[in-house]
């Protein structure tokens, strides 16, 4: 599997898993927890999501609770994918609380990597860097799950703004590369790289690393990594106003990211359609989140309904709503929606 011949893993996986039916139901969780993570690398994340429900009805069963633990990990990334927010954040959540205490660093990796994809996918890029930041201090880019979280902190710290560190982490990223060859990192790894140019006004830099990307992967492979460098692609195109361009991969990226059903993704592809028929009343200062919390707020909803509907925290949406004001200049809520409605009329 992370070697990316995932066929193969597939297939090793399979054999596996009903060796273990026959013998130890209490393994075969574990199993299903791996067959569960190669079927959403392959875009079956429907697959995926059926393993984890057997997987955790198993744990359940057994009352085993590091393997529990380690079936809510896993699960919490594909519950993520599935942008089942509601269950993917309380499993991960579960999982750390119960496996920091005891040091079981395995499991507690897992589950910071799911909260990390799971708070990135909302566009949440400050309770991002707060997980995966720790999860890479501590067990270095070479470990397999952190070099597979390293590329969401990048483009986590590409929307904080915090462009000398997401450099750095790229270039520790780029060394894994050169030592492993693996393809899908190397992929991972151009698509930061457009980001970060793109962030930095240097478009034309951004589509070509944008293209790398697309090109260091078989088109049948990780659709889900495939979907967000044509997502790469077309925000650095709409940036260089190659309109035209952009939505074609900004299609492609949405087109693919519908088919593996992964909503939260499919919901930002849509959003950075929306901008290329006119400029926004909030260009691009404002980050994803912050840009649906904006919208939300201009509508007239308080900060409780809309930290109920972005599956956010009150205190998240009280920042978010700070940074909005002033970001755009204004004073309050009532202004913010005029500054909206202005610039949806001029649109």
């Known amino acids: ?6 066929e193969a893993a597939h297939s090793y996986t399979e054999t596996v898993e009903r060796r273990a039916a026959s013998r130890s139901e209490s393994w075969r969780a574990i199993v299903l927890n791996v067959l569960a993570e190669i079927e959403l690398r392959r875009g079956q994340t429907g697959r995926a999501l059926r393993h984890v429900a057997e997987a955790e009805e198993i744990a359940a069963y057994w009352g085993v609770t590091h393997a529990e633990a380690a079936v809510l990990a896993s699960g919490a990334l594909v519950k993520a994918m599935a942008g089942e927010v509601n269950a993917a954040r309380p499993g991960a959540e579960r999982a750390l609380e119960s496996m920091r205490p005891a040091g079981y660093d395995v499991v507690v990796r897992q589950a910071e990597r799911a909260l990390g994809f ?37 483009e986590a710290l590409v929307e904080l703004g915090r462009m000398d560190e997401a450099e750095a982490l790229l270039a520790e990223l780029d060394a894994h590369v050169s030592r492993t060859g693996r393809r899908r990192t190397a992929a991972a790894a151009a698509r930061c790289r457009a980001l970060i140019l793109a962030a930095r006004g240097e478009t034309d830099a951004a589509v070509s690393s ?29 940036r260089g106003n190659k309109r035209r361009a952009a939505r074609d ?45 904006a919208e939300l707020v201009a509508t007239g909803r308080s900060n409780p309904e809309v930290a109920q509907a972005l599956f956010l925290s009150r205190k998240t949406v009280e920042r978010h709503v700070s940074q909005v004001l002033r970001k755009l200049d204004v004073r309050n809520r009532t202004e913010l929606a005029a500054k909206l409605r202005r610039g949806v009329d001029q649109s």
């Not at 309770?127 to 969401?152: F, K, Q, Y």
């Not at 990307?213 to 078989?218: F, G, P």
């Not at 990594?225 to 997502?231: P, T, V």
């Open 1 to 6: 599997m992370w070697d990316d011949d995932l």
């Open 118 to 154: 799971l708070e990135l996918s909302l566009g949440n890029a400050v309770e991002a860097d707060a997980v995966l930041a720790p999860l890479l201090a501590r067990s270095g880019i070479g470990h397999p799950t952190a070099s597979a979280a390293a590329p969401d902190e990048v």
């Open 210 to 238: 944008a293209q790398t990307a697309l090109e260091a992967q078989a088109a049948e492979a990780d659709p889900l990594e495939r979907g967000r460098a044509f997502l790469a692609l077309g925000s650095a195109l709409r």
């Open 249 to 293: 991969a900004l299609e492609s990226a949405l087109t693919l990211f519908e088919k593996i059903e992964a909503p939260l993704w499919a919901e930002r592809s849509r959003a950075e359609l929306a901008r290329i028929g006119g400029r926004t009343p909030y260009g691009d200062e404002l980050t994803p989140s912050e840009r649906r919390v």
